[in-house]
């Protein structure tokens, strides 16, 4: 199973908005409609922000969104706040009790 | 609350043996499928293994299949991971994650495992 498809890094400054591509394939992204989002800040583990493509965690604020087209989702953070920065995941459900991570995003807040 | 706490990481020799563990509370663990998850260092986040709730039915990622072996034992809330035939690229933060659909909202801190002679 490949992993997804995921920019290295991105920008963006305080106050605008950013979007995170994450391509994969009709095996996983676009068979189902199972896309997640985590956040993982340095030295912590993964934090679990958008679910089910589009929905979100208790605790979760709305300026982060998912969507998702064919085989490709996206997570677009709005308002960038500081403590935004972190590192990025998608991931999807991809048939047979698996699921497949993409490669991950830095976002850095200028 | 949920919580997963994993234990066992180590250094070991590539080659060598180790078994993770990972205790949870918090929650029914039964009625949970319970997954592996591991992150090398300075690297992204890697679907290792997975066990059905009650046990009978694995998943294994191609890089470990055949060298590591998933099972839970619901009696006393712990899930484990036997990991054979370590390598370097092994080498990661291995992280016990609870689901909830087909995602993870609960995930434990993470345990070490270095592969290196």
């Known amino acids: 199973q490949s992993a997804l498809t995921q920019p290295r890094s991105v920008s963006g400054s305080l106050g605008q908005s950013v979007t995170i591509s994450c391509t994969g394939t009709?095996?996983?992204?676009?068979?189902?409609?199972?896309v997640s989002w985590y956040q993982q800040h340095p030295g912590k583990a993964p934090k679990l922000i958008i679910y089910?493509?589009?929905k979100w965690p208790s605790g979760v604020p709305d300026r982060f969104s998912g969507s998702k087209s064919g085989n490709t989702a996206s997570l677009t953070i709005s308002g960038l706040q500081a403590e935004d920065e972190a590192d990025y995941y998608c991931c999807s459900y991809a048939g047979s009790y698996t699921v497949v991570f993409g490669g991950g995003t830095k976002l850095t807040v200028l | 609350e949920v919580q997963l706490v994993e234990s066992g990481g180590n250094l070991v020799q590539p080659g060598g043996s180790l078994r993770l563990s990972c205790s949870a509370s918090g929650f029914t663990f039964s009625d949970y499928a319970i997954h592996w998850v591991r992150q090398a260092p300075g690297k992204g986040l890697e679907h290792v293994s997975a066990?059905?709730?009650?046990?009978?039915?694995?998943y294994y990622a191609d890089s470990v299949k055949g060298r590591f072996t998933i099972s839970r034992d619901n009696s006393k809330n712990t899930l484990y991971l036997q990991m054979s035939s370590l390598r370097a690229e092994d080498t990661a933060v291995y992280y016990c994650v609870k689901v909830g659909g087909w995602y993870f909202p609960y995930w434990g801190q993470g345990t070490l495992v270095i592969v290196s002679s």
């Open positions: 066990i059905s709730s009650n046990g009978g039915s694995a």
């Open positions: 009709s095996s996983d992204i676009g068979g189902y409609k199972y």
């Open positions: 089910d493509v589009s």
